[in-house]
Nanobody, 125 residues
Framework: MVRLVESGGGSVQAGGSLRLSCATF????????MGWFRQATGKEREGVAS????????LYGDSVKGRFTISLDKSKNILYLQMNDLEPEDTAIYYC??????????????????WGQGTQVTVSS
């Protein structure tokens, strides 16, 4: 079982930055990969970024490439998402996620098995 707790959301003007954090509590399984997803009101969930917990390989959604950076501090068990040059279109609830059972899920940004409760990010123009 994995418990994920996000923090760091808030409101910012366009062009600003935020850093999201996800504290991870792993009770039994280890995670193959971890990532961030987001869901805006009235829209489908979108994969933002993921990181392989062993090799450190990263994957980004097209809409955030070059602006967002995902990182993992293994010593603290914290996953980060540094978001720069934010746009109003980035407004959404951001969810931390981890995959512990199906490694092939780490090849795409579609679905992971464990989810946090989400944190709101609002970007105003």
């Amino acid at each position: 079982m994995v418990r994920l707790v996000e923090s760091g959301g808030g409101s910012v003007q366009a062009g600003g930055s935020l850093r999201l954090s996800c504290a991870t509590f792993v009770y039994t399984e280890t995670s193959y990969c971890m990532g961030w997803f987001r869901q805006a009101t009235g829209k489908e969930r979108e994969g933002v970024a993921s990181i392989n917990t062993s090799g450190g390989d990263t994957l980004y959604g097209d809409s955030v490439k070059g602006r967002f950076t995902i990182s993992l501090d293994k010593s603290k068990n914290i996953l980060y998402l540094q978001m720069n040059d934010l746009e109003p279109e980035d407004t959404a609830i951001y969810y931390c996620a981890a995959e512990t059972e199906t490694p092939r899920r780490c090849l795409t940004l579609e679905y992971f098995g464990f989810w946090g409760q989400g944190t709101q990010v609002t970007v105003s123009s």
